[in-house]
């Protein structure tokens, strides 16, 4: 802090378990990556190698050194680990992520449809190689899953090793938790949070508004994701109530006689 202001949220420290914020890096540059980690590396704790990039991009595996210097876990997203599935290339895509250096990947079945049982032996065999965060939740607006399924199957993979889960949202955020235009589905999410506990949750908000919701209903510290390179900063903001939409939501109720109207 470049100064001491009362009434600020506490925000754990990295590595953190809760509070996390995930950035898609969607091809960041080395120089990006460098001038990101200096303005927002002590603000980010993963950065997602978005969609299938790392089967083409650039520098990938001095990007991931980076990150990890920085102490940000870099992963690959589900697509690529789905990109290699439908293929029948698991060992290959096992010997991937060790020779990209990866500490952490995601299992996820949203653009292809992998059976249940079949999706937790991958997380099983690979939460004995690597950190796993698995994603549910489809990427196509017509799978839709019920509140209990949704829950059932978050349940069972952080059971079959799974470290987080990740509530599916897109880089839109206009599927999965939310609705078409961009709001939440308030039942579902309230369903996942009973059912599942948020801190077990990573939320994909990639929406301002978004972000400033699970804010303001579970506090500074709920794990959020799909944050763009240039949004960690003023993500930091709403969670520290230094923004318009979060303002009050850590001040103590006397100050808040002086909300404007």
């Given at each position: 802090m470049n100064i001491l202001l009362p009434y600020l949220p506490e925000r754990s420290q990295k590595p953190r378990s809760q509070g996390l914020t995930m950035m898609m890096d969607k091809g960041l540059?080395?120089?990006e990556t460098e001038n990101f980690i200096e303005s927002s590396g002590a603000f980010t704790d993963l950065a997602k190698l978005a969609f299938g990039t790392a089967v083409f991009a650039g520098n990938v595996p001095e990007k991931i050194a980076?990150?990890?210097?920085?102490?940000?876990?870099?992963?690959?997203g589900g697509t690529l680990f789905e990109a290699f599935i439908i293929r029948g290339m698991f060992d290959e895509?096992?010997?991937?992520?060790?020779?990209?250096?990866?500490?952490?990947?995601?299992?996820?079945?949203?653009?292809?449809?992998?059976?249940?049982?079949?999706?937790?032996?991958?997380?099983?065999?690979?939460?004995?190689?690597?950190?796993?965060?698995?994603?549910?939740?489809?990427?196509?607006?017509?799978?839709?899953?019920?509140?209990?399924?949704?829950?059932?199957?978050?349940?069972?993979?952080?059971?079959a090793g799974s470290w987080k889960v990740i509530a599916e949202a897109r880089e839109s955020g206009?599927?999965?938790?939310?609705?078409?235009?961009?709001?939440?589905?308030?039942?579902?999410?309230?369903?996942?949070?009973?059912?599942?506990?948020?801190e077990k949750i990573i939320w994909e908000a990639p929406v301002k508004s978004q972000q400033a919701m699970f804010i303001q209903q579970l506090g500074a510290e709920v794990n959020l994701g799909n944050?763009?390179?240039?949004?960690?900063?003023?993500?930091?903001?709403?969670?520290?109530?230094?923004?318009?939409?979060?303002?009050?939501?850590?001040?103590?109720?006397?100050?808040?006689?002086?909300?404007?109207?």
């Open positions: 540059s080395l120089r980076l990150y990890k210097q920085a102490n940000i876990k870099a992963y690959f895509f096992r010997r991937f992520v060790d020779q990209m250096g990866v500490e952490v990947v995601e299992v996820s079945d949203g653009s292809m449809k992998i059976e249940h049982a079949e999706k937790l032996e991958y997380i099983r065999q690979l939460a004995r190689q690597v950190t796993v965060v698995s994603e549910v939740g489809s990427k196509v607006s017509g799978v839709v899953l019920s509140n209990q399924e949704w829950v059932q199957s978050m349940q069972t993979e952080l059971q206009t599927i999965g938790i939310y609705h078409s235009d961009g709001s939440a589905d308030k039942e579902l999410i309230s369903a996942l949070m009973q059912g599942v506990g948020s944050v763009a390179p240039t949004e960690v900063i003023a993500l930091e903001s709403l969670r520290l109530g230094l923004r318009g939409d979060t303002f009050f939501n850590f001040l103590p109720k006397e100050l808040h006689a002086k909300k404007q109207l």
